[in-house]
C-alpha cells in the first residue's frame, strides 16, 4: 500500500460513513456520493488487482491461510456493496431523475434490499478494517503521523567553538 491507496481508501471511508447518515447529510448528497463512491471502489479495486489476482490463482492451493479469509470477506463486501448501489439506483428520487431517467414507481422491496445491504456493508466494512487494522496504523505512521512529527523534530546543533577574548586592561 502507498500514499495514493491511503488517500483512496481514506475518502472512500469518510463518503462511506457520510452516506451512512443520509438524514444527517440529506437524500441529494447521499445519491450522488453514492455514485461518486461506485467510481473510487472502481479505481480501488484497480489499485489492489495484482494482490486480488494472486490470491483468487491461490485461494484453493493451501487449506488455510488470513488472506483467504479477507478475499472472501472483500467478495462479499464488494457484493453488498453491489447491491447497494444497484438498489440505490433503482430508488433515486435525485440523481436519476436529474439524468433525465425516471423509472417510475418503484417496489418497496428495493428499498428494503437496500436498506438490508447498507446495514450489512457496514458490518462488513468494519470487518475489513479490523482485519487490514496492521496495515492501517503502518500506512498512518508512514504518511501522516512520521511526517507531522518531522516538523516538530528540531535537529540538534553540533557545538560550535567560540572564540573568547580576554580584555586584560582592567
Do not use: C
Not at 75 to 83: A, G, N
Not at 91 to 114: C, D, F, R, Y
Amino acid at each position: 500500500m502507498n500514499k495514493k491507496n491511503l488517500v483512496i481508501d481514506s475518502l472512500i471511508l469518510a463518503a462511506f460513513l457520510i452516506m451512512e447518515s443520509p438524514n444527517l447529510s440529506g437524500n441529494t448528497i447521499h445519491e450522488w456520493l453514492g455514485i461518486a463512491l461506485l467510481g473510487t471502489i472502481v479505481v480501488h479495486l484497480m489499485l489492489h488487482w495484482s494482490w486480488i489476482t494472486s490470491v483468487g490463482k491461490t485461494f484453493f492451493k493451501k487449506l488455510w491461510h488470513s488472506s483467504r479469509l479477507k478475499f472472501v470477506l472483500d467478495i462479499l463486501v464488494f457484493l453488498s456493496f453491489i447491491t447497494v448501489s444497484l438498489s440505490g439506483l433503482l430508488i433515486s428520487k435525485t440523481a436519476l431523475p436529474w439524468l433525465g431517467i425516471n423509472l417510475g414507481q418503484i417496489s418497496g422491496t428495493w428499498k428494503q434490499l437496500h436498506k438490508l445491504a447498507a446495514d450489512a456493508s457496514v458490518l462488513l466494512i468494519g470487518l475489513h478494517f479490523a482485519l487490514n487494522w496492521n496495515i492501517v496504523v503502518a500506512m498512518f505512521k508512514k504518511y501522516v503521523f512520521s511526517p507531522i512529527g518531522g516538523l516538530f523534530h528540531h535537529k540538534q546543533l553540533a557545538a560550535q567553538p567560540v572564540e573568547v577574548r580576554i580584555d586584560e586592561r582592567h
